[in-house]
């Protein structure tokens, strides 16, 4: 998937991925989408509860070996 821009939150432990994604998104502009690289497997219930919260769109998560990436689009 294209993302805009990427933020590297691996190795961050609940709720820093879901604390750094916040603090990126508002950098963005409407329609951007963001990667979100995680090692934490708590950003698979997180996130989505974190764009049905400020009405961001949630693209998709992928989990390989242990590692999460996570696209979003910001809506507001």
């Given amino acids: 998937m294209k993302a805009d821009d990427t933020l590297d939150a691996y ?3 609940c709720p ?8 990126k998104v508002k950098e963005m502009r409407v ?11 708590a950003i698979r219930d997180d996130m989505p509860a974190w764009c049905k919260a400020t009405g961001n769109e949630l693209l ?3 989990e390989k070996d242990g590692e999460y990436r996570v696209y979003i689009r910001k809506l507001k």
Avoid at 16 to 23: D, W
Avoid at 31 to 41: C, M, N, R, T
Wanted: aromatic share 0%; hydrophobic share 55%; proline share 4%.
């Fill in 60 to 62: 998709g998560i992928e």
């Fill in 31 to 41: 329609g951007q989408v963001l990667e979100i690289l995680a090692s934490d497997a």
């Fill in 11 to 13: 190795g961050l432990l």
């Fill in 16 to 23: 820093m991925p879901i604390v750094k994604t916040a603090l």
